[in-house]
């Protein structure tokens, strides 16, 4: 089998190939990217060392597919993680939109000329904000539950958001290049007849994420801790009640060697992929773990409400575990444990990543 990843020197992207080089070494890995994320080159070069080939392109280049391999898969990994892409001056709309939607048509293209299947890494803000905003909640423990004394809305169930939760917009012009890219997926699935998995993933986490603290917040928030950086708590009263699940880039792996050897019947294609309940935290309660193994370190408050944040996001993974049997192996202690591994190896972690990006 040959697997081809786009984003492949990203955080996701070459934790992808890693992972398929060490446990189906089989699998031949193939892929590109164009350099310009924090880590890239590091990445590259591990990569090289596990028998990766890594070629330069950009996805959102046409011609940049024109000579690549047949291969069996193409697993896109390719796009900006950002919530705020296209809103926060350090993007442009435009810049948003060709990489995360027309970057889906150059790859689907790709797929359908070589008539390989398709896997997109999407993404759990395809979710109606208005709907994520308006759960009724309760603090409890330092952290925002489920109201159980309440109905819940359509699509959140008492262990999470399931796949059936709304996305009508407002969804940021982030969810929406990849709700779309989601449609076209399917569109060119049914046309072609290739085979089509959606994953709409949840905050991913682990050792060697660059990135920023809309995108990786695990991540982000030990290091900065560690880096005694400025932190705080935005929104929602300003006290960090906010939770996150977190989802090990492994467990993505594992989803998708299923998905892609899946023989069953069963037609549903798109699918839920974080850490569930058992892997969730609010940002008061990882401060307070954060303290345990680090010492004290101030979090200041601004209770004021920022255009996309969400008070609680909580995986329902069922659809995955009913098709395919899949549920998350990777424990939110051992994630945490592995980032901060790296945090005290590395303490300015943060400043390469600056650095980096400059």
Request: charged content about 20%; proline content about 4%; overall charge negative.
């Amino acid at each position: 089998m040959k697997i081809f990843i786009t984003g492949i020197c990203g955080f996701v992207g070459s934790s992808l190939a890693s992972w398929f080089r060490e446990h189906q070494r089989s699998v031949s890995v193939h892929g590109m990217d164009n350099f310009i994320r924090p880590g890239s080159e590091t990445n590259r070069l591990k990569l090289k060392a596990l028998g990766v080939s890594v070629r330069h392109g950009d996805v959102r280049n046409a011609s940049d597919f024109e000579t690549l391999p047949d291969v069996d898969w193409v697993f896109d990994a390719a796009a900006n993680p950002s919530v705020l892409a296209g809103v926060d001056g350090n993007t442009s709309t435009r810049q948003l939109v060709e990489h995360n939607l027309l970057g889906t048509v150059n790859i689907l293209e790709y797929c359908r000329r070589i008539h390989a299947g398709f896997v997109l890494l999407s993404t759990s803000r395809v979710y109606s904000i208005p709907t994520l905003v308006g759960l009724p909640l309760v603090e409890r423990d330092g952290a925002f539950c489920l109201d159980e004394t309440r109905a819940l809305p359509e699509g959140v169930s008492p262990q999470g958001i399931t796949v059936d939760c709304p996305t009508t917009a407002p969804i940021s012009l982030y969810g929406a290049t990849k709700l779309a890219s989601e449609t076209l997926a399917i569109e060119y699935g049914s046309a072609f007849s290739l085979p089509i998995w959606i994953n709409r993933c949840g905050v991913i986490a682990g050792a060697g994420q660059f990135g920023t603290a809309e995108q990786g917040i695990f991540s982000y928030w030990i290091h900065a801790f560690v880096a005694k950086r400025p932190l705080r708590y935005c929104g929602f009263g300003g006290k960090g009640l906010q939770v996150r699940d977190a989802l090990h880039p492994s467990d993505i792996a594992d989803l998708i060697w299923r998905q892609i050897n899946y023989t069953g019947s069963d037609m549903r294609r798109i699918f839920n992929a974080g850490g569930g309940s058992d892997n969730a935290m609010s940002l008061a309660q990882l401060t307070q773990w954060c303290t345990t193994q680090f010492g004290a370190h101030t979090v200041t408050s601004d209770p004021s409400q920022r255009q996309f944040d969400v008070p609680w996001y909580v995986t329902d993974n069922h659809q995955a575990t009913d098709v395919l049997g899949w549920r998350p192996q990777q424990d939110l202690e051992s994630i945490l444990m592995e980032i901060s591994e790296l945090a005290r190896q590395c303490p300015g972690w943060l400043t390469r990543c600056d650095t980096e990006k400059s």
